[in-house]
């Protein structure tokens, strides 16, 4: 399970065995988030994640975009990837 980055509270990862759309999932003390990075930014789902520590999460998978997206090409390659 890599992890993208811990800012704020807030780390990022994804699963070793995961599937696409590309996103990633974020969590914090309270909950947790998924967030499709590729091809656009946009909530999946949240679990129990507050507003504030919400609206960082989306603004951290936005300002990360790129280097989720290679870091997820690294790991999964892009053999079976639809993008």
Same mark, same amino acid.
């Given at each position: 399970?890599?992890?993208? %980055?811990?800012?704020?509270? =807030?780390?990022g990862f994804f699963y070793s065995e995961?599937?696409?759309?590309?996103?990633?999932?974020?969590v914090d003390g309270d909950g947790r988030v998924k967030i499709?990075? %590729?091809?656009?930014?946009? =909530?999946i789902s949240n679990e129990g994640m507050k507003p504030k520590n919400l609206?960082?999460?989306m603004q951290l998978a936005k300002m990360y975009k790129e280097d989720i997206i290679a870091k997820w090409y690294?790991?999964?390659?892009?053999?079976d990837q639809n993008n």
């Open positions: 399970m890599p992890t993208l %980055f811990n800012i704020f509270g =807030l780390r995961e599937h696409t759309p590309i996103h990633v999932h974020i499709q990075v %590729f091809p656009e930014v946009k =909530l609206k960082r999460a690294e790991y999964h390659g892009k053999e």
